[in-house]
């Protein structure tokens, strides 16, 4: 099993993503400056794949689609993604 941590501050979101069944961090990273002009997510898996990228975010929400994106991202990203019923 997989769990996304995140840790919430006022203008930051720190995230793990751990492998429960082996006890590992599977990547982590930062979003920094949410709300604020110069914001930026930062990413390391364990494979040692790194990925930092300037992009506003108005909000935590913002920050939270980041995350997923770049968690799930084709090249760098260490989960899959697979939508076969999406409701909003």
Not at 48 to 72: C, F, P, R, S, T
Request: aromatic share 4%; charged share 25%.
């Amino acid at each position: 099993m997989k769990i996304l941590v995140i840790n919430a501050g006022s203008s930051s979101l720190k995230y793990q993503l751990i492998d429960l069944d082996h006890s590992s961090v599977i990547a982590k990273g930062i979003c920094e400056r949410i709300g604020i002009p110069g914001s930026m997510i930062s990413y390391k898996s364990a494979k040692g794949d790194k990925y930092e990228k300037q992009q506003d975010m108005k909000n935590h929400e913002d920050a939270i689609a980041m995350v997923l994106e770049v968690l799930a991202d084709p090249e760098i990203g260490v989960i899959t993604v697979s939508y076969t019923h999406l409701t909003l």
